[in-house]
């Protein structure tokens, strides 16, 4: 049993960022907000986008939200993904 306090305790907070995918590949994702940040995440079971689709909206350059939990740099996991068309 963990004693109480231990850091797998912790719940992040969630986090929301606005851009365009720029990179698809298998579960991740790379998006570039509107100020030119990148940011990569991992995507949780959640987000339920197939391959194709995330190709479409980083081909159309369709702005998405997205919602994660950790450090968007080092492998923060998406809760959600929207669209405007959604």
Same mark, same amino acid.
């Not at 719940?11 to 030119?36: S, Y």
């Given at each position: 049993?963990?004693?109480?306090?231990?850091p797998?305790?912790?719940?992040l907070?969630?986090a929301r960022?606005r851009?365009v995918?720029?990179? #698809?590949?298998?579960? %991740?994702i790379?998006? /570039?907000d509107?100020? +030119?940040?990148?940011? &990569?995440?991992?995507?949780g079971?959640?987000v339920?986008?197939?391959l194709?689709?995330l190709?479409?909206? #980083?081909?159309e350059? %369709?702005?998405v939200? /997205?919602?994660?939990v +950790?450090?968007p740099d &080092?492998?923060a996991?998406?809760?959600?993904?929207?669209?405007?068309?959604?």
């Amino acid at each position: 049993m963990m004693p109480h306090g231990h850091p797998r305790d912790v719940t992040l907070p969630a986090a929301r960022v606005r851009g365009v995918i720029t990179i #698809a590949q298998e579960d %991740r994702i790379r998006l /570039v907000d509107a100020a +030119g940040r990148g940011y &990569l995440f991992i995507l949780g079971k959640r987000v339920r986008r197939s391959l194709p689709e995330l190709w479409q909206l #980083a081909r159309e350059r %369709r702005p998405v939200t /997205v919602v994660y939990v +950790g450090p968007p740099d &080092l492998g923060a996991i998406a809760t959600a993904l929207r669209s405007e068309a959604d």
